[in-house]
């Protein structure tokens, strides 16, 4: 107890100043250093309670300031909102233009030959140009941009992927990429787009204060997901939760409500934008009142067989993408090449089958609907079934394995609703087989459950079922749509990772990972430390900063301790540049030529030999052997990093990464230092440890 009171004094004395009624900021670094935990405006530690004192008085100008904040944060987001959906409908119209002058060019033609000339050579050219914006002006615009913001949301930045080049990039390339007619989709370009409006406002003057605020920027590109999936499909709830089961392990409960008013937002501009009528999209059905009868088992098989395909289809998306990778056939390597024989497959695959030239908007409608398909999709019986059924199995195989392909090509391009589509298709199968058996059912049903199991089996999300419901605004068949997706999820986690953990590693992103608590709870931090950080010593010269420096090659930061190991700080190992380059400016203005190139050489590792004399080598010792004021503005020394002790179990360490989005942490032994955990030390533990 007299420990107790002992820190309950020194936290008070520290933190807390009568006299001057106000309470100093303290720190989630200064908390969890201290190996204490928020909770409730308290800080708790082990079997005791430290409560900030009742009457802390709160003051106007304090309170204007949180005020001022949260305007500023829900202005952000509806700008990120109305942007996205405007951005998304410009590209829907643009694109689709695109595909009817195809087809007005191919009304021209005059012999079969100079179809399928017309059709193949406009394909080409434009897939062409959709592969040169990732040449051309940024690399970070290719792929749908999913894998890459789950890694940015996790605390790693990604260069150039949230720049202006690259959403002009993913812009334009998306349009010329749908214009070519590939089987790709568009949701996950619209989150990646969203997401870099959502930056570039808060890059804005007026809005600067959010980007400082790590936690506020997370909680605008979390909403940027829900905002980018709202432009696509107009599912505000869908795509709220769909956001939050994308992004990451741990969500805060209360920052949800951003998500879902950002995604309100996008889908009232979507809603009137498409009164407009200018592009298709998902319509509504009405299938009455639907009760399961002896037709729940078709709907497990549904579930069940359309997650094996979905599993195939992420194993042969990253078999492909590794074909490429490994230049297994060295010819197709090439960007334009690889591009060039993708688009000349897929627009002969579609020419002949004219079924795959129908958008993917109108084919969904076509399989969600309660009427009876149209005769262009009724083929000759097999064993005596329908027709349908064998049309549709060919037209849903064509459909996967151009999307497959397709998707591996270096543009912008998404799996989404392509996707969805598929799985409509082969849920029409499964109810058409039902109604071929007698049972008295909607064949669309079936459909609408196999697009959420579909897609729900390759995303490992279960708010695509919730995302239908919003599209088709009916909820009758609610029972059939939970068995059949929980069992898609189930079956597809079980045998293999979602499509985007899949394209993290293929990409070799530093993600992290989730880990059973069973697999790590033998381990404790002392047995990952690295111990081989360079450091900083507390009283060091600018030759200690250079050498530390020259050594940190795989760290942004320098700790510093003091001659006994203690961990006393941190310094940014920017900040050690910006601080050597100011005192080479100022501390060798009367030094000769010879040793400022001498000591500049050295600043900036050019391997150039000066010969000096005793008189120049002086003067160089005396300025490596000049002392530093650790408390410089420049450096912004970090008193209070973050750290764990020696012990402390390996999970809650792995915890304390997920909820902090941190880089790295510091390991000690009762303040001693011990090692350094990165970032990288859990994303390359063994796949075994994987869930």
Known sequence: MDNDNYLLESFLEKFYNPSQQILPRVSVDTVVSGNCYMKNDAIERNSWMIALPSHYPITKKSQRKVRRGKILLFI??????????????FID?????????RLDLLSLAESHVVSVLIWVAYSLVFSLIAASFGDW?????EGAGFAE??????????????????LIAKTFGLICAIGAGLSIGKEGPNVHMASIIAERVISLGPFNKIKREVNLRYILLTASIAAGTAATFGTPLGGAIFGIELTGTYFFVNNFYKSVFCSLVTAYMFHILQSFEIVPQIEKVSYGHHTLCGDFYIHIITGFIIAIIGVTFVQAVQKLTKFRSQKIVPWLYHRYRYAAAISIFTSLTTFYAIWLRISDAILINLMFSSDKLP???????????????????????????????DITIQAPVGF???????????????GEFSLFLGYPTFPGIYAAVGAASLATSTTHTLSVALMIFEMIEDIHFLVPMCLSVFISYAVSSYSHKSIYDT?????????????????????????????????????????DLIDALSDSSMFSVLPVLDDEFYLI??????????????????????????????????????PLFIEMTAEVKLQVDEFWESSVNLWSETLKFNTSPLFVSQKTPLYKVHYIFMMLGLVHIYVVDQGKFVGIIAHSCFSHRPKTEEF
């Not at 913001?149 to 202006?164: A, H």
């Not at 059973?516 to 009283?539: E, G, H, L, M, Q």
Request: glycine fraction near 4%.
């Open 76 to 89: 952000a987001l509806i700008i990120t909102a109305v942007f996205s959906a405007l951005l998304a409908f």
């Open 149 to 166: 913001l789950r890694v940015i949301l996790t605390g790693i930045e990604i260069p150039n992927f949230l720049e202006w080049k690259t």
């Open 375 to 405: 005769d262009s999709w009724v083929g000759p019986e097999i064993l005596g079934l329908p027709g349908q059924i064998p049309i549709l199995i060919l037209v849903a195989f064509l459909k996967i394995l151009l999307l497959s392909i």
């Open 503 to 543: 394209l993290i590693a293929i990409k070799n992103l530093p993600f992290l990972p989730i880990y059973k608590r069973w697999s790590t709870n033998s381990c404790c931090a002392r047995d990952v430390a690295d111990p081989s950080i360079p450091y900083i010593p507390k009283y060091c010269t600018l030759r």
């Open 569 to 606: 700080g941190e310094i940014n190992a920017l900040n050690v540049k910006k601080y050597l380059s100011q005192r080479f400016e100022n501390d060798t203005r009367n030094l000769s030529t010879k040793a400022r190139k001498t000591i500049w050489n050295e600043l900036t590792e050019t």
């Open 93 to 101: 119209v643009v694109s689709q233009e695109l595909l009817f002058l």
């Open 137 to 141: 002006l940024c690399q970070a615009a």
């Open 416 to 430: 989404f609703t392509p996707c969805i589509c598929v799985g409509a298709i082969l849920g029409r199968v499964f």
